[in-house]
Nanobody, 124 residues
Framework: QSQFVESGGGLVQPGGSLTIFCRVDTFTMQAYVIGWFRQAPGKEREGVSCVSPSGGSTSYGDSVTGRFTVSRDNAKNTVTLQMNNLKPEDTGVYFC?????????????????WGPGTQVTVSS
């Protein structure tokens, strides 16, 4: 099954910023909702953000609203997650995935084509 590839993760200090990317080369992304999810050790997978196929509609989890911004460039088949004012509780593996239909949601079971993820660690 085709998979996304996430990149851009790393180690950042609390209060810092990081931008992570999601890209796929095996299908055209523009027909799908794209979601970002994260998972910390021992915790459930959590919806972080979601963007509609056109990019005109976005949604965010309560814990990241006001700090994270999602965008997409369908011509480049890429989705970007800009993360500001990072906190230690933002630490985890960040994944992107796709969903058919026009509407975002945070139910990870509605998404497929999961990539391997990129590790984000927020620590001093």
């Amino acid at each position: 099954q085709s998979q996304f590839v996430e990149s851009g993760g790393g180690l950042v200090q609390p209060g810092g910023s990081l931008t992570i990317f999601c890209r796929v080369d095996t299908f055209t992304m523009q027909a799908y909702v794209i979601g970002w999810f994260r998972q910390a050790p021992g915790k459930e997978r959590e919806g972080v953000s979601c963007v509609s196929p056109s990019g005109g509609s976005t949604s965010y989890g309560d814990s990241v609203t006001g700090r994270f911004t999602v965008s997409r460039d369908n011509a480049k088949n890429t989705v970007t997650l800009q993360m500001n004012n990072l906190k230690p509780e933002d630490t985890g593996v960040y994944f992107c995935a796709r969903k058919t239909g026009p509407l975002c949601n945070s139910r990870w079971t509605d998404f497929d084509s999961w990539g391997p993820g990129t590790q984000v660690t927020v620590s001093s």
